[in-house]
Antibody, heavy 120, light 111 residues
């Protein structure tokens, strides 16, 4: 059973970069067959898909965030990361990392999520 | 505003059945049989309970069932139990560049 755990600062100042890490246990992030994803829960607005990175490093981002977004793999630590630049209060959310298996269209496992507040 | 529309809340008594609707468009729910549902208890990770409209992952009780008609998907929970009280989110694969859309979530209260 693959387990995911998000980590990162709980507060970021406006215009700065939000950086989060997802630590993976029970699987290697370079194993073929996995897409490593980020999803966020916006206050009062439900969930929003952010983007994913494949086991080979290919990325696909939500067009609404693409200009500010970077998702990367850290093979040495078996982690993947999210960097979202130029944040505003609208980026305040609970950020979840999640897994999607190749050739599936759902997120089979999720992390508990971490709250990030954008505030000065 | 979420891409998929769900009722904000539903309620039912133990033993009863409830249905949560999820309305999208012809570019997501109406175009693909890739609707999934997630259950989230407070402070916990979301849990996949339905995928590909009607399929249940191993370990999910058959009290949970999914269906779809046109642009609307539904989650039915039969024989309500206290532990079913949670937030429920629908999701669909979507045409175009956004790929995945979600609903705003429905809070289920077991009376």
């Amino acid at each position: 059973q693959v387990q995911l755990q998000e980590s990162g600062p709980g507060q970021v100042k406006p215009s700065q970069t939000l950086s989060l890490t997802c630590t993976v246990s029970g699987a290697s992030i370079t194993s073929t067959g996995y897409y490593w994803s980020w999803v966020r829960r916006l206050p009062g607005k439900g969930l929003e898909w952010i983007g994913y990175i494949s086991y080979s490093g290919n990325t696909y981002y939500n067009p609404s965030l693409k200009r500010r977004l970077n998702i990367s793999l850290d093979m040495s630590k078996n982690q993947f990361s999210l960097n979202l630049s130029s944040v505003t209060a609208a980026d305040t959310a609970i950020y979840h990392c999640a897994i999607r298996l190749v050739a599936t269209y759902y997120f089979s496992s999720w992390g508990q999520g971490t709250l990030v507040t954008v505030s000065s | 505003q979420s891409a998929l529309t769900q009722p904000a809340s539903v309620s039912g008594s133990p033993g009863q059945s409830i249905t949560i609707s999820c309305t999208g468009t012809s570019s997501d729910i109406g175009d693909f049989n890739y609707v999934s549902w997630y259950q989230q208890h407070p402070g916990k990770a979301p849990k996949l309970i339905i995928y590909d409209v009607t399929s249940r992952p191993s370990g999910v009780f058959n009290r949970f069932s999914g269906s779809k008609s046109g642009n609307t998907a539904s989650l039915t929970i039969s024989g309500l139990q206290a532990d079913d009280e949670a937030d429920y989110y629908c999701s669909s694969y979507a045409a175009g560049s956004t790929l995945w859309v979600f609903g705003g979530g429905t809070k289920l209260t077991v009376l």
